[in-house]
T-cell receptor, first 115, second 111 residues
């Protein structure tokens, strides 16, 4: 059990560029979540996958954001035409499907800075 | 919409002291509540998950309690150590497997 892995750890880009983050969940965890955390705040839910199906999306996930989880394994989160307000830590979590009361395990996040 | 409040926002205690962190939430229809710690620049480490049917959950020096009807949870840390210094976050799960987080309590344990 190697934990949730996120890449890259840091991303610095110019406003208007597209960025993509990757998340590798704990093996055999079929639920995967994306959250966003800004400085001094708790994480906010963005979206949730069960296997390859995206089952829930927050209003925070604008048209510029898209998430995928092909084959129900790793997931990617893409932000198009980045804006200053996108600067944040993007966190991925995974959990087991065994029952409803399984803890979510988080990765170390990808910190995005928009210049 | 679920709202989560954590009090105090920051806490500084001498090493060895017992302490309590408070969490309140507005929607009592939750499945469970998780407590996490977050070190600077890092992700979240899960500490305890307490199910809605439970009143308490313990792990080592940590004890979490849940009063679902009043929308409150507490995290008790016994015999605090400098290594406990971190931000502690509570997060109830109220459906769709979404966690709603408070802003956290920043704990500093002074040697």
């Amino acid at each position: 059990d190697t934990g949730v892995s996120q890449n890259p750890r840091h991303k610095i880009t110019k406003r208007g560029q597209n960025v993509t983050f990757r998340c590798d969940p704990i093996s055999e965890h079929n639920r995967l979540y994306w959250y966003r955390q800004t400085l001094g705040q708790g994480p906010e839910f963005l979206t949730y996958f069960q296997n390859e199906a995206q089952l829930e999306k927050s209003r925070l996930l604008s048209d510029r954001f898209s998430a995928e989880r092909p084959k129900g394994s790793f997931s990617t989160l893409e932000i198009q035409r980045t804006e200053q307000g996108d600067s944040a830590m993007y966190l991925c979590a995974s959990s087991s499907f065994r029952d409803t009361n399984q803890p979510q395990h988080f990765g170390d996040g990808t910190r995005l800075s928009i210049l | 919409k679920q709202e989560v409040t954590q009090i105090p926002a920051a806490l500084s205690v001498p090493e060895g002291e017992n302490l309590v962190l408070n969490c309140s939430f507005t929607d009592s229809a939750i499945y469970n509540l998780q407590w996490f710690r977050q070190d600077p620049g890092k992700g979240l480490t899960s500490l305890l998950l307490i199910q809605s049917s439970q009143r308490e959950q313990t792990s080592g020096r940590l004890n979490a309690s849940l009063d679902k009807s009043s929308g409150r949870s507490t995290l008790y840390i016994a015999a605090s150590q400098p290594g406990d210094s971190a931000t502690y976050l509570c997060a109830p799960e109220a459906g769709s497997y979404q966690l709603t987080f408070g802003k956290g309590t920043k704990l500093s344990v002074i040697p």
